[in-house]
């Protein structure tokens, strides 16, 4: 019962931009790939973003070139920049390991985008 921390969601109309931060425990943390997921309602949760434990980036189609994941492996923080959001960005944001789940899913933090 391990659960990453999840901030930095919010209101912003389309085209805006938001960062999210993920606190997580270093010893899972440090020696596995973290990934950002997000579901909206009546939705699967789905992966959008990832780095890898040894530094490469993946996105999902729908996110690339607007979405940066980046990592701080002494801070044990996982982030997300999101610019030139869309209203089919609203979700709830989650992180954790990927692709074996070694944390429980947190609360998450909410994005909406809508004007």
């Known amino acids: 019962q391990v659960q990453p921390v999840e901030s930095g969601g919010g209101l912003v109309q389309p085209g805006g931009s938001l960062m999210l931060s993920c606190a997580a425990s270093?010893?899972?943390?440090?020696?596995?790939?973290m990934g950002w997921f997000r579901q909206a309602p009546g939705k699967e949760r789905e992966l959008v973003a990832r780095?890898?434990?040894?530094?490469?980036?993946t996105y999902a189609d729908s996110v690339k070139g607007r979405f940066t994941i980046s990592r701080d492996n002494v801070k044990n923080t996982l982030y997300l920049s999101m610019y030139s959001l869309k209203p089919e960005d609203t979700a709830t944001y989650y992180c954790?390991?990927?692709?074996?789940?070694?944390?429980?899913w947190g609360r998450g933090t909410q994005v909406t985008v809508s004007s």
């Open positions: 780095f890898s434990a040894t530094g490469m980036r």
């Open positions: 270093g010893s899972i943390f440090q020696i596995n790939a």
């Open positions: 954790n390991t990927d692709p074996k789940r070694f944390f429980s």
